[in-house]
């Protein structure tokens, strides 16, 4: 072997070997580099160093994330509602009136102008006929049973297969430089529960969303949570600051979401904080892997968020542009 | 030195390092050996060791703890009500109504016949009047301040310092052997977490307690959360298994109380569950070194919870038998 061959070799070899390195190094795999990526880093770095000026202690490190549309897909419509209808027909032969009562009849019939005429206080009509009446452990079981078969109409996967998997790099990522990570969501919480730990490694006591009463009951010598039809609390908008303090008891440090339901929750993690605070909308800009929409779509609408990013030092994060991949393989 | 007493020093010498060894290894030191003792080690062993018939993961371990007559005094009232009877001295000359309205003279004129008569409506009016107008972040300075100052009318010391070194202990045997463990409060949430992490070692997002409504508000281009004069949820009786179901959304395998407002926290832990399952009752029976009461107190009244006991297999921990000491040092 010649020296330069072998020379060439050699530095060959360091190149590679130093590409693995920094590639087992990289919390974020799945996320191309570029600002966005750097701009995660840097926070997180910034605030996790010791000695650094902008030190935030463990017990601090609150990052909170929306659920729809910024851990999973919520196109082509929420998938808890896509849970509700098909609740409706299963419900259905118990319900004769629902053939003639809107807006059942629109989800049987699969009407969706006369859906979409019955608004959301239809859409709540809905959950709450078919979300109640059952206790809580009923009510995880009928979830975790119809997650367990349901598939995305386009994906043709089960939803708990369509979560990003740049977000689940950035969970885990968040949670190994010890923050404590939560999700706040305007969906259901007790939907959520059944299945957060084992896909987000994000435990029932740190999810928060909306609820509807409970009411506690013996039956048959036995205690349970009975479901009732009554909305006890929405998690959206005004309601996630809400939401948080009751649960968290304190402002995060770094909060994630993707539409104009998320805006306040920003507002209260990032403005008029003492320390260095993080905010970020995923956008989505992939119609091709996954889905493009923000101003007008009818479900996780960003347009006021989109317009106060840059003013509140929001990142926006590019789907399309800042993520290798999808959803895990 | 003869041989014989060489010999006697030696085996003082072992069993004086086998006692401290012992000591060392109790995690319980504040509780007398007995029953009691025995029966929640007893416990803890067979639920965290591994291989062990009863043997509970450790995301399972959920411990909750009542708080006022459970972890610390709630006689010769609540501890929130002293403060929401400062609170309305305090803000009297903002009210001058207040002088001839009642509940408030007689909280003014010390009239305790009057506020009697006021009941727990008269209470309610008394904590929405001060707790609310101003902001979470104003109400958590109002609470620490005053927590920093006010004293125990017979015991002359700080309230965070009247807590119960053996529950102290438990918490931190608990949290030792990987429980999660949650304070579930008929007191203010918002009262409570100012303070808990640094007497329990509880972080404020493991805080359940009662609460009143807030509003998310943009004041000065800053977010706040409003406190209202509504109630929003009383972490009481039936109020607990919703509490715990609401922030935890899972049962305990371990539940703490001490007085008729816990029976339903423990109904929720212990009743029906597949595994293994602890329940106790704090029963205050020390009128010396601290107070004694039961069936007929004003505060922390137990009654139907004492009946029970027996036929549920719910723990009395009896304080004057099982407590070496009642405060820490």
């Known amino acids: 072997m010649t020296r330069p061959l072998l020379n060439a070799l050699a530095g060959g070899l360091a190149l590679a070997l130093a590409t693995a390195a920094q590639a087992a190094d990289d919390p974020l795999p799945s996320w191309n580099d570029g600002d966005t990526k750097s701009a995660i880093i840097a926070f997180v770095e910034s605030v996790t160093t010791d000695g650094s000026a902008n030190y935030i202690e463990e017990d601090a490190r609150i990052a909170t994330f929306d659920n729809d549309g910024t851990l999973w897909v919520e196109q082509p419509m929420y998938t808890q509602l896509a ?45 709450a006929a078919t979300h109640s009446g059952m206790s809580t452990e009923e009510f995880e079981k009928i979830t975790s049973d119809w997650l367990a078969t349901a598939k995305h109409p386009r994906f043709d996967k089960p939803y708990t297969q369509l979560v990003y998997q740049p977000m689940l790099e ?44 409970t009411e506690f009951k013996m039956v048959d010598g036995k205690p349970v949570l009975m479901r009732t039809d009554k909305i006890d609390f929405i998690d959206d908008k005004t309601g996630k600051p ?50 493009a929409y923000d101003r007008d779509a009818s479900f996780g609408k960003l347009d006021k968020g989109l317009d106060a990013a840059a003013q509140n030092g929001w990142v926006l994060i590019d789907m399309k542009n800042d993520w290798k991949t999808i959803f895990p393989d």
């Open 242 to 291: 809400v939401g948080i303090n009751s649960h968290i008891g304190r402002r995060p440090i770094m909060a994630f979401g993707n539409s104009d339901g998320d805006y306040e929750m920003l507002q209260y993690t990032t403005i008029g904080a003492d320390g260095l605070r993080f905010g970020a909308f995923v956008h989505h800009t992939d119609g091709e892997r996954e889905y």
């Open 83 to 127: 849970f509700a209808f098909d609740r409706v027909k299963e419900m259905a032969a118990e319900h004769p009136e629902w053939k003639t009562t809107q807006p059942f009849q629109a989800v049987l019939e699969g009407d969706h102008k006369a859906l979409a005429a019955a608004g959301q206080k239809g859409l709540l009509e809905i959950v």
């Open 170 to 213: 950035l969970i885990d990522y968040l949670q190994d430089e010890d923050f404590k990570t939560f999700i706040v969501s305007g969906g259901g919480i007790e939907f959520m529960r059944p299945w957060t730990e084992e896909v987000y490694d994000i435990p029932p006591e740190q999810v928060v969303g909306s609820s509807i009463a």
